[in-house]
């Protein structure tokens, strides 16, 4: 099954204790991103990858870290947690920048709470 | 810059049409998207439009206009399932999908 798999689905952490979350593609898409969600204020990119080795900030980049030396997989790294990173992050593929009728496939999301 | 704008809220009852509107201001054109999101989980795909003029797809519409920055999406026959978050995204050439905050429609019965 064509999918886009974020782990973990909930996560409650203390401020500072260095996190990764996990996305992985099966589509062998080459454009990845990830977005935050928080109520009033929608979808906002962090960062995108358009292929391997190639990543670029969104608009709310800071305190997040990406890496994609795979380009199955674009893992979102917090390298010291603040309670201002709680939200709801979803992890997206498409086969390039979400253009034509494909539009992005998103992950299930991941919870985050940071206390 | 970039503006993406929709209605926070509608209501409608079932059976019902309802039109939810998208205006943007946008550097740069590559597309328009609608999504569906329930509560707590991802957004589904809907509709793309990048040339003007209607989209239809069963019980969905989605229109362009490309010269007003506006877009609407029409759901008719409307279900108490249809109760979600509608999304409209613009593909910002060369960058990413920027995405309007949301309209979160209730449908009753």
């Known amino acids: 099954e064509a999918q886009v798999t974020q782990n973990p689905r909930y996560l409650i952490t203390v401020t500072g204790k260095k996190l990764t979350v996990t996305c992985s593609q099966n589509?062998?898409?080459?454009?990845m991103s990830w977005y935050r969600q928080d109520p009033g204020l929608g979808l906002r990119q962090i960062y995108y990858?358009?292929?391997?080795?190639?990543?670029d900030k969104g608009d709310v980049p800071e305190g997040y870290k990406v890496s994609r030396k795979e380009k199955r997989n674009f893992p979102l790294i917090l390298e010291s947690p603040s309670p201002n990173q709680t939200s709801l992050y979803f992890c997206?593929?498409?086969?390039?920048?979400?253009?034509?009728?494909?539009?992005?496939?998103f992950g299930s999301g991941t919870r985050l709470t940071v206390v | 810059g970039q503006n993406i704008d929709q209605p926070t809220e509608m209501t409608a009852t079932e059976g019902a049409i309802v039109q939810i509107n998208c205006t943007y201001q946008?550097?740069?054109?590559?597309?328009l998207f609608w999504y569906q999101q329930h509560a707590g989980e991802a957004p589904t795909f809907l509709s793309y439009n990048v040339l003007d003029g209607l989209e239809e797809k069963g019980r969905f519409s989605s229109f362009l206009s490309r010269s007003k920055g506006y877009s609407y999406l029409l759901l008719k026959e409307l279900q108490m399932k249809d109760s979600a978050s509608y999304l409209c995204?613009?593909?910002?050439?060369?960058?990413?999908?920027?995405f309007g905050k949301g309209t979160t429609l209730s449908v009753s019965s």
């Open positions: 997206a593929s498409s086969p390039f920048r979400g253009e034509g009728n494909y539009g992005y496939t």
């Open positions: 589509m062998n898409h080459e454009y």
């Open positions: 946008t550097s740069g054109f590559n597309g």
């Open positions: 990858s358009m292929n391997v080795e190639v990543t």
């Open positions: 995204a613009v593909n910002q050439a060369g960058t990413a999908l920027i």
